[in-house]
Structure formats: C-alpha cells, structure tokens
C-alpha cells in the first residue's frame, strides 16, 4: 500500500513538472510570435520614415518649380528683410523661426545676396527669396 502512494505521488510529480515545461514552451512561442509582429511593425515604421523625406523633397521642389513659372502668388508679401518681423520672414518660404532670427541679427542688408550670411541660406534659398524680399522700402501685399 505504501509503495502504491509512492507510485502515486511519482506521477503526480512527473505529470506536473511536465505540465509545467509545456506551459514555458507555450509561453516561449507566444512571447516569440509577438516579438516577431513587433519587429516587423518597427521595420515597416522606419521603411515609412526612409521614403518620407524623399517624397517631401519631391513635393518641394514641385512646389519651387511653380513658383519659378508664376511667380509670387497675388496677396504674398514683398518683405523688407531689415524693417520685417519675424513673423513676417517666416512667412518666407524655407524661412523658419530660428533663420528668421538669424536674419534679424545680421541686418542691415545692403542686397538680398547679403542673405548668404545667415546659416543655412544657400544660394539656391536666395534665388527662391527673391521675388519675395527686398531691401528697402515698406512690406507690401503683391496685388496682380
């Protein structure tokens, strides 16, 4: 009788300890399946952040392409880049809030290619400018 109870608690043991393995490989195999989903999900993230500054190029420089063909939309400002606010320069196009200080601070301009200056203000953002800035005068609404 007593080895019938040893007998039993054997298997009771073994059954447990059993029970307890597969219930880890369980775990180990759901905790692996959403690892896996939350990779892919950061690949495909940053694939997305990869191709978006090339589309924002695109959509810039489309943008550009226009504005050299139409010029100035009516209503836009013409800026005196030495009198103008800094709300007023960042309503420059490529024109944020930190150039629009650093403009502020190296006034005066005699010329709009004095822009080359300011940190970041390339020859090509100068060209972009012109037909919004000037040197003297007053800030004035283009009207068509």
């Not at 369980?26 to 090339?54: H, Y």
């Not at 504005?67 to 009198?83: C, E, F, R, Y």
């Not at 320069?89 to 005066?108: D, F, T, V, Y």
Request: contains cysteine.
């Amino acid at each position: 009788m007593c080895t019938n109870r040893v007998g039993q608690g054997i298997v009771l043991l073994v059954s447990s300890v059993g029970s307890s393995i597969v219930c880890v490989i369980i775990s180990l195999a759901l905790l692996s399946s959403a690892f896996t989903a939350a990779l892919k999900k950061e690949r495909a993230k940053r694939a997305e952040q990869r191709a978006t500054p090339v589309e924002l190029h695109h959509a810039t420089a489309t943008q550009t392409s226009l504005q050299d063909l139409l010029g100035p939309a009516k209503d836009s400002l013409i800026v005196n880049i030495n009198t103008a606010s800094a709300k007023e320069l960042e309503s420059l196009p490529n024109i944020g809030s930190s150039r629009a200080e650093q403009i502020i601070a190296h006034r005066p301009y005699t010329s709009v290619d004095e822009l080359s200056q300011v940190k970041g203000v390339t020859p090509r953002v100068i060209d972009q400018l012109r037909p919004f800035v000037k040197t003297d005068g007053a800030t004035e609404r283009r009207s068509h």
